[in-house]
């Protein structure tokens, strides 16, 4: 067993003395089950610095060079030239302005989806579990297939199905990727991402103490006074957690955008405008400083979602 020491305790302010306890003492047994499990996770650390961290030192080395891939010759350190160039020509704004624009209305909307299928799932009925399943799929298509399937078999101004289902009333087709590109990036985002949503919202329901409903209930409260009253107010910390891990996600969306509108009509994200100056510029400098802009922004966001993330277990495991 860890035997605890306990230092000689300290008066408080009512006389009492309480005994202040310093870190547990290890057994020799203890000691080597720790060091083995520290071993046992250098490599898992290590693979995860290889495949992550050293990418992204690589990266903040080109941004500080001026490197375009039609002339080759031509490579020397900049320093921060290109972040002020990135920062100053106005495309880094407006890209920055089109990601706050789609991933802002996509994540509310999947969120509010999300929370309309959480509570018809968090019920018992015949199919739950095959109508489970199919709300997930969309999640788990590749985001290549889905935006092709949406570009062709769904929006397509000739064939797509959803003219189509609007010509039955008499609204004339629409050239949803050219005519409302921003509206059909959210469309497909938001189809794509509502399952992720209602996933988290649906384990938060789930987690509500049925005892408090129950009375409730036998309180004479509706079920739309108790969903604002007490479904709601519990379910605040699970919101935000979809909120920001989806945020996270969606930032680095790039094929939607690259399939269906190449960056046109207020479209182009940061993800693709990184790619449009590595790819197709060929600015290798530029588009390394777009890079780590961007990843500062993901970091940032990410450190907010982490931070609500400990919170709620925080206060789980005090229940």
């Given at each position: 067993m860890t035997a605890t020491a306990i230092r000689p305790g300290r008066?408080?302010?009512?006389?009492?003395?309480?005994?202040?306890?310093?870190?547990?003492?290890?057994?020799?047994?203890?000691?080597?089950?720790?060091?083995?499990?520290?071993?046992?996770?250098?490599?898992?650390?290590?693979?995860?610095?290889?495949?992550?961290?050293?990418?992204?030192?690589?990266?903040i080395y080109y941004s500080f060079q001026q490197w375009n891939l039609l002339r080759p010759g031509d490579q020397k350190f900049v320093w921060f030239d290109n972040y002020v160039t990135v920062l100053t020509n106005g495309a880094f704004?407006?890209?920055?302005?089109?990601?706050?624009?789609?991933?802002?209305?996509?994540?509310?909307?999947?969120?509010?989806?999300?929370?309309?299928?959480?509570?018809?799932?968090?019920?018992?009925?015949?199919?739950?579990?095959?109508?489970?399943?199919?709300?997930?799929?969309?999640?788990?298509?590749?985001?290549?297939?889905?935006?092709?399937?949406?570009?062709?078999?769904?929006?397509?101004?000739?064939?797509?199905?959803?003219?189509?289902?609007?010509?039955?009333?008499?609204?004339?087709?629409?050239?949803?990727?050219?005519?409302?590109?921003?509206?059909?990036?959210?469309?497909?985002?938001?189809?794509?991402?509502?399952?992720?949503?209602?996933?988290?919202?649906?384990?938060?329901?789930?987690?509500?103490?049925?005892?408090?409903?129950?009375?409730?209930?036998?309180?004479?409260?509706?079920?739309?006074?108790?969903?604002?009253?007490m479904t709601l107010p519990h379910m605040r910390q699970y919101m935000e957690l979809s909120i920001l891990l989806g945020t996270i996600l969606l930032l680095q969306v790039f094929d939607p955008i690259a399939i269906m509108t190449r960056g046109t009509g207020g479209t182009k994200t940061l993800s693709y405008l990184l790619y449009e100056r590595a790819f197709v510029g060929l600015e290798i400098g530029e588009a390394a400083a777009y890079g780590v802009l961007t990843v500062l922004l993901t970091i940032i966001v990410a450190m907010v979602a982490l931070r609500s993330l400990f919170k709620i277990f925080k206060t789980e495991g005090t229940r």
């Open positions: 008066v408080e302010n009512d006389g009492e003395v309480k005994p202040q306890r310093t870190k547990p003492v290890l057994t020799r047994r203890e000691r080597k089950g720790l060091r083995l499990a520290r071993a046992l996770v250098w490599p898992a650390l290590a693979a995860a610095i290889i495949i992550t961290q050293i990418p992204f030192l690589v990266t704004v407006s890209s920055l302005r089109a990601t706050v624009v789609i991933v802002g209305a996509s994540v509310l909307i999947s969120l509010v989806f999300g929370m309309v299928l959480a509570l018809l799932l968090d019920r018992k009925f015949m199919g739950q579990g095959l109508a489970r399943t199919l709300l997930i799929t969309p999640f788990l298509m590749m985001p290549a297939a889905a935006s092709l399937i949406w570009k062709w078999s769904m929006l397509d101004s000739n064939v797509g199905m959803v003219n189509w289902a609007l010509g039955l009333i008499g609204i004339d087709p629409v050239a949803w990727n050219t005519d409302v590109p921003i509206l059909t990036i959210i469309m497909v985002l938001t189809w794509q991402y509502t399952p992720f949503m209602m996933l988290i919202l649906l384990a938060g329901l789930q987690s509500q103490p049925q005892d408090v409903l129950e009375a409730a209930s036998v309180d004479g409260a509706g079920p739309i006074r108790t969903f604002f009253s």
